[in-house]
């Protein structure tokens, strides 16, 4: 049999292959409106922005690791078999709608579908979904970033996409924003009022990737959430399992 041919470059990956940093579960999804469900997660390689907190720069960093170890492109069928019938699945990076025009993201999503699965989407907010990637996922977890990210590398403009009024407009996109403080919970607010998303479907989240730092930062946040009528939510599993891959 002769395999199909790569392209010039050895390192692309071949139509049926997606980046792949890594797939885990079962977990609970640790964020957000399905904070607290069991969950399997898909986490794909590749971010077009460079957050200072960043919990999964092993994603994009290669200031920092090798991204050619960390990142495998990986057949849609390998990725596919990772997770259970019927799972919720989070599909994460990274920037997970890096991949959403490649024929193997739509055939990893339907075949995911049939197989029971309920899809959710972890993304940055800097591109809009495509109407097939809305067909397949039933919720979109949408995270603009504040100034206290950081600033983003060349060209890189963290904005939240116009593209997402009509899924939050739909009840499909949640927005979560990483909070340091009680005014980013103002600047979250006032960012959900100017791009006319329901507070119903706003969350905001403390930063830190250990117990301590979200502790330190939880009362101040919940206490602005409910102020403010919107949604506050933990990060669960780092309370359970701290920073540690594979949850
Ligand atoms: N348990 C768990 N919940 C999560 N929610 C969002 C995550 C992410 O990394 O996007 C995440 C994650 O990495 N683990
Ligand atoms: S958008 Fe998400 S994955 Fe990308 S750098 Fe920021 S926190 Fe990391
Ligand atoms: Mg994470």
């Known amino acids: 049999m002769t395999l199909p041919a790569r ?16 797939a885990f579960g079962p977990t609970l999804q640790g964020e957000g409106p399905a904070a607290g469900r069991p969950a399997w997660f898909i986490r794909f390689g590749g971010c077009n922005l460079s957050c200072s907190w960043c919990d999964s720069a092993y994603t994009w960093d290669s200031s920092r690791y090798q991204l050619r170890e960390e990142i495998r492109h990986t057949p849609v069928e390998k990725i596919d078999q990772a997770v259970p019938d019927g799972a919720l699945v989070v599909l994460t990076g990274g920037e997970p709608l890096l991949q959403q025009d490649a024929s193997a993201w739509s055939r990893l999503l339907d075949g995911l579908r049939r197989r029971g699965c309920t899809l959710h989407v972890e993304t940055n907010g800097t591109i809009a979904p495509n109407d097939r990637t809305r067909e397949l996922v039933e919720t979109f977890i949408v995270s603009p970033k504040l100034t206290n990210a950081g600033p983003h590398r060349g060209r890189q403009d963290p904005a939240l996409n116009p593209g997402w009024a009509a899924a939050a407009r739909d009840g499909q996109a949640h927005l979560k924003v990483v909070c340091a403080s009680a005014e980013d919970v103002e600047t979250a607010v006032g960012l959900a009022r100017d791009h006319g998303w329901p507070q119903r479907q706003v969350w905001v989240m403390p930063e830190g990737t250990t117990v301590d730092a979200l502790n330190a930062r939880w009362p101040a946040i919940a206490d602005a959430a409910a102020r403010h009528g919107i949604n506050a939510t933990h990060r669960l599993h780092v309370l359970a399992w701290g920073d540690k891959r594979g949850h």
């Open 7 to 22: 392209s010039q470059d050895p390192a692309a990956p071949l139509p049926d292959e997606l980046p792949l940093a890594e």
